[in-house]
């Protein structure tokens, strides 16, 4: 008899969302996690000022579309949600912003500042989603909570087709497939500020708009729903909660949690597998535990050649993940606490900046985020000589994250995890993080005073967290990488991670018995599909997927409920 | 604004709020634990950053496995392991070999003879074996029962079946530095051992009766593997699964009385808590100035709480990522000690130290006391990495906002000094106000919620009106670091606390006392 009827390694909120569900299905589940903490993405610290708290990865969080929401009951356990008027803003250099409203109007008027065309454009769009909404909501959820399948790709193909025709856009389902982010926006908005905008969003959902689909997917869906039909709102007493309540949903539902216990191997025999053998650093050194299904929240190369190893993959099997590539842009962030809110030179222009959590500054036109994009891409692995970045100052939406009055910032700069070179001159890699960053941070520093003059006097302290420090602190984040490796057409949807690694669709990969609930889902982010397509799986499998409660549907918490989501409550009178 | 009701609410979820509430959740009542941060832990807190783990208060634990929650509550099988390491303490003293304590006394005393002197050899043994015993046959077991004054508890000894009363009685009543005389201790032991014990911010004047159990427990402590917090996730767990609710960002504000009885609690965000008992964590000022009405009180009890003194020394500590471990020369015992002192040979160089420290002067040179828990737990940092934490005694009173950061510097140098390959990747510095920040209990950086004086300890934490964690207000019990036993991670309040308790509401008590705590009895240590 198996310890256990599944063991799921890794307690990132995919981790948890897979094991809280199987716990809830009736199956007795482990939950194993290398960390003190679970969570390694949504880690919130209070490592300043106390008072302060940085949330030192995941922040804008997208989980209300997650069918978890309803099926987990996490509001039962204390999550709650919080946003700003305004979902995304970005500031330009000529003291000019654009914003995106959580009101779809508001957007639509902002735009309007700019062109005419564009609003129209986006208005069109809005009107379109609002009379197909709730066939909208399921072609997204299955592209999101169902396994990747050309069915689904075909669906989102004929609800963008559908919708050029109906705003007159000169473009088709299938062209749009086929397109990056520049040629889509280039197409739908004549505006840079508008279409910048956009081109920024896709950065920060690590949809690089230079790719094809991937690129136009980001850029114009993403950029067209944020708000009203897309989630941009950050948990309420920082990302961390969320992982509280998914290990609190965990202890519940009879799932064991256990910290401090990295695996070194996943048994495997005969080309199935059976358990874990813990390392030796773990609380219970070389312990072996076994159970009839293993799901992995670790990313796929260390899951298979470290945990598996290559005598076990084969040279086929070993050549194929070793180019599974990590390699694309990563974050070097830095956070600030702050006595006071950053207050930006275009608030002049609009100050509807001033409620906006989130938002970009710098990349000014297209072609300077397109050069920006080619200068980091793995191929030249340049730190851009200028600062182009994200901005979140999450204390506008949840002031319970900084002292009374206080606020938080932190800028989300994409870099290539490897650089080989930046204005300064030649450099080494990924080892020179610890010696580059205080120079870059303080290039970003002046960057926020250039836009938000005055930032650097409110400044009480500073945090560099860079991709270096993102691998140590979580080593399944290979060079850094939080999207569970990197979004490339070779890796993107059915071929994820590498092609021939998920033979038994979903997440059942080649190896019997063993599932992925990380580097399968090109859209997992912190929606949670991961791990639900994974609980979903391992459930059919054994039998104890029929649940009553468990047949919601994604996006439809979300709709039913946005409009009651706190708004501005940190934005200073 | 929400009305709650439960059977117990307690106010703080530091280690004494979750060991009592566990307990009592465990014996099936309906327990709050009200928090102010946004979690829970207390001075168990471990921050994880970058793959480095960094406690940022409690480290070393002293009573690790005397806890009875340890025990009662099977820790060890809920994550919490604790590392002894073999070579407790080192001072490295310049123009010295290193003195080393290890966790064996004998190996202690064979290091001394090698490389102090016979006689100072000599006289360790003799005092360890002493303190050894009237550690473990009275100070171990009298921590976790409701304390006598202290002139009955001295009678109790003197009468006690086994001598060691009498033998103890002997020196209980003399200074730590008297009694290391009376042991012939001499410098440089006579200050390291002195440190052991001054190091906490206690006197070299006073309170010789915890002397023994300083200087046997610091030479006998543990890390806990994965970080203090662990063991505070641990009690959480507890708590949780028995039953107990966790308010989070629930800061208290006021206690309920209504006829003399305590009725709940209020939060600062207006919810209000009733509950049939409440357990506060909180220092006497909190409990009896701020959140219960004066007029609801004995005037001495009002004045006697306003009279509440703090500390005069607290803390400053600084956190770091290495590459390394600090190498401080050839002898690799020294290399490995859990917690390595510099420049510490000298009783009255230390003692003069000690006194302008208190007197409010920051110290030029600071005496540091440093730890590298990854050597001991490689789960304290990346594969190949270190962390290493710094702390040193100073005074609340300096212009920390200004000088923080210079002040890390002079600590790191310092530190680097005695260890030149000490190569920080990271640097986190802790000034005090920060402690008092956190946690409102330890104000001016009080981390024992209070001195440690004659006063305020023993049957007299907090004071002889709430002695025994009951208080004047009915069912209104005290259970934090300033009541008796005190702070340091020992376990005690919340433990006396749930004891008493469940005596007052006749509850089927789901644990029973130590064994050492029996042997004491028939011994006659523990009055009957």
Redesign the interface.
Same mark, same amino acid.
């Given at each position: 008899m198996p310890d256990y009827d599944v063991i799921v390694i890794g307690g990132g909120i995919n981790g948890l969302t897979c094991a809280a569900y199987l716990g809830k299905a009736g199956l007795k589940t482990l939950l194993i996690e290398a960390?003190?903490?679970c969570g390694a993405h949504c &880690?919130?610290?209070?490592?300043s000022?106390?008072?302060y708290?940085f949330n030192?990865h995941a922040v804008w969080m997208i989980t209300p579309i997650s069918p978890a929401m309803v099926d987990l009951e996490l509001e039962k356990y204390g999550l709650e949600w919080r946003t700003t008027e305004y979902a995304w803003a970005k500031t330009f250099a000529d003291g000019k912003n654009m914003l995106s409203g959580n009101d779809p109007f508001l957007t639509v008027d902002k735009a309007g500042r700019h062109s005419a065309r564009d609003a129209k454009t986006i208005h069109k769009g809005i009107n379109f989603f609002m009379d197909n909404l709730y066939e909208a909501c399921q072609v997204m959820h299955d592209y999101i909570f169902t396994a990747p399948s050309q069915a689904n790709v075909k669906k989102v193909t004929d609800i963008v087709d559908r919708f050029f025709r109906a705003a007159k856009v000169n473009c088709s389902g299938e062209k749009f497939m086929q397109m990056n982010g520049y040629e889509i926006l280039d197409i739908l908005f004549e505006s840079e500020y508008v279409k910048t905008t956009a081109h920024a969003l896709s950065w920060i959902g690590a949809y690089n708009p230079l790719q094809k689909q991937i690129g136009a997917m980001g850029s114009a869906l993403i950029g067209l729903l944020l708000g009203p039909f897309f989630p941009s709102v950050v948990v309420k007493?920082?990302s961390h909660?969320l992982t509280h309540v998914l290990v609190?949903a965990c202890?519940d539902n009879g799932v064991t949690v #256990?910290?401090?216990c990295p695996v070194k191997t996943i048994i495997t025999e005969n080309n199935r597998a059976g358990g874990v053998i813990l390392s &030796?650093?773990?609380?219970y050194p070389g312990e072996t535990i076994t159970a009839q299904k293993v799901v992995s929240n670790v990313t796929a190369g260390p899951t298979f050649l470290d945990m598996i190893g290559e005598d076990k993959l084969g040279p086929d099997m070993t050549a194929r993940l070793k180019k599974f590539d990590y390699d694309e842009q990563n974050l070097f962030t830095v956070h600030f606490a702050l006595n006071g809110q950053p207050q930006f030179a275009s608030a002049e222009y609009d100050d509807g900046i001033q409620r906006a959590y989130m938002g970009y500054m710098g990349g000014e036109t297209s072609a300077e985020m397109m050069r920006f994009g080619r200068n980091i891409a793995p191929d030249k692995r340049r730190i851009h000589d200028d600062i182009i970045c994200n901005y979140f100052i999450t204390t506008l939406a949840d002031p319970?994250q900084a002292p009374a009055g206080c606020h938080t910032t932190h800028m989300w700069l994409d870099v290539p995890p490897d650089p080989a070179e930046w204005k300064f001159g030649p450099l080494k890699g990924f080892s020179d993080w &610890?010696s580059l960053k205080q120079g870059l941070a303080d290039q970003m520093t002046d960057t926020y005073e250039k836009y938000a003059p005055g930032f650097k006097s409110l400044i009480k302290d500073r945090l560099i967290?860079t991709p270096? &420090? #993102?691998y140590?602190?979580?080593?399944s984040a290979v060079k850094g990488n939080w999207a569970g490796g990197s979004l490339t057409p070779g890796q993107y949807y059915e071929n994820r991670p590498v092609a021939g690694v998920i033979t038994g669709g979903g997440t059942r990969t080649f190896i019997e018995n063993l599932y992925l609930s990380n580097s399968v889902h090109h859209f997992s982010n912190s929606s949670l599909a991961s791990g639900y397509i994974a609980a979903c799986d391992v459930a059919e499998d054994m039998n104890a997927r029929n649940q009553d409660w468990w047949q919601s549907q994604g996006f439809h918490w979300y709709l039913q409920n946005c409009s009651r989501f706190p708004r501005d409550l940190g934005v200073n009178p | 604004m929400t009305v709650k009701h439960v059977d117990v609410a307690i106010i703080g979820a530091g280690p004494n709020g979750l060991i009592c509430g566990a307990y009592l959740a465990g014996c099936g009542l309906n327990v709050a634990l009200l928090e102010a941060r946004h979690e829970t832990g207390g001075g168990l807190e471990t921050l994880e950053l970058s793959g480095f783990r960094y406690n940022l208060h409690a480290v070393y634990h002293m009573m690790a496995l005397q806890m009875p929650c340890y025990h009662d509550f099977g820790l060890d099988q809920k994550g919490v392991k604790y590392v002894f390491p073999d070579v407790q303490c080192a001072y490295i003293n310049a123009g010295r070999p290193p003195l080393l304590f290890y966790r064996n006394g004998e190996k202690t005393a064979d290091y001394l003879a090698r490389h102090l002197s016979p006689e100072d050899s000599r006289a360790w043994r003799r005092m360890h074996a002493d303190f050894k015993e009237f550690s473990e046959k009275i100070l171990i077991p009298l921590t976790y029962i409701p304390p006598l004054p202290f002139v009955e508890q001295t009678l109790v000894l003197d009468k006690a079946r086994d001598d060691v009363g009498r033998r103890y009685n002997e020196i209980a009543d003399l200074t730590p530095l008297d009694i290391l005389d009376a042991y012939k201790i001499k410098d440089p032991l006579k200050a390291a051992l002195l440190n052991l014990f001054t190091m906490w911010g206690m006197s070299p004047y006073e309170l010789g009766f915890l002397f023994p159990l300083y200087v046997y427990r610091m030479t006998d402590a543990a890390l806990v593997r994965g970080g203090s917090h662990r063991l505070s996730s641990a009690l959480y767990r507890t708590f949780v699964a028995s039953g107990g609710t966790v308010l989070d960002r629930a800061e208290v504000v006021r206690i309920l009385v209504e006829k003399g009885g305590v009725a709940g609690v209020v939060t600062a965000g207006g919810d209000e808590i009733r509950a049939k008992a409440v357990v506060s964590t909180c220092n006497p000022e909190q409990n009896f100035t701020q959140f219960i009405d004066p007029s609801e009180l004995p005037t001495e009890l009002v004045e006697s709480a306003g009279k509440w003194e703090w500390e005069k020394t607290t803390f400053f500590g600084v956190h770091l990522a290495l590459k390394e471990s600090p190498v401080y020369g050839p002898d690799e015992d020294a290399n490995r000690a859990m917690i390595t002192f510099f420049d510490i040979q000298d009783t009255p160089r230390l003692l003069e130290h000690l006194r302008s420290v208190e007197q409010g002067e920051l110290p030029e040179i600071p005496l540091g006391h440093v730890t590298c828990p990854s050597l001991f737990d490689p789960l304290h940092a990346p594969e190949g990495l270190h962390t290493g934490r710094w702390e040193c005694l100073v005074p609340f009173d300096a212009d920390w906002e200004t000088i923080t950061g210079g002040y890390a510097q002079t600590c790191v140098d310092r530190w680097k000094s005695a260890a030149p390959n000490l190569e920080p990747l990271n640097v986190l510095a802790y000034p005090p106000t920060y402690i008092e920040k956190k946690n409102q209990s330890m104000k001016r950086g009080s981390y024992k919620h209070g001195a440690y004086i004659p006063l305020q300890m023993g049957y007299l934490r907090p004071n002889d009106m709430c002695s025994r964690n009951f208080t004047p207000v009915e069912r209104f019990y005290v259970a934090g670091a300033s009541s008796y036993p005190g702070g340091m991670i020992l376990g005690g309040g919340g433990y006396l606390a749930a004891n008493a308790i469940a005596a007052d509401f006749g509850l089927d008590k789901n644990w029973q006392e130590p064994i050492y705590m029996q042997a004491a009895r028939q011994a006659g240590i523990i009055a009957d």
């Open positions: 960390r003190g903490e &880690d919130t610290v209070e490592a000022i106390p008072g708290l030192l007493g920082g909660e609190q202890i #256990m910290p401090n &030796d650093r773990a609380l319970l &610890d967290y270096l &420090d #993102m140590r602190n979580n080593p | -």
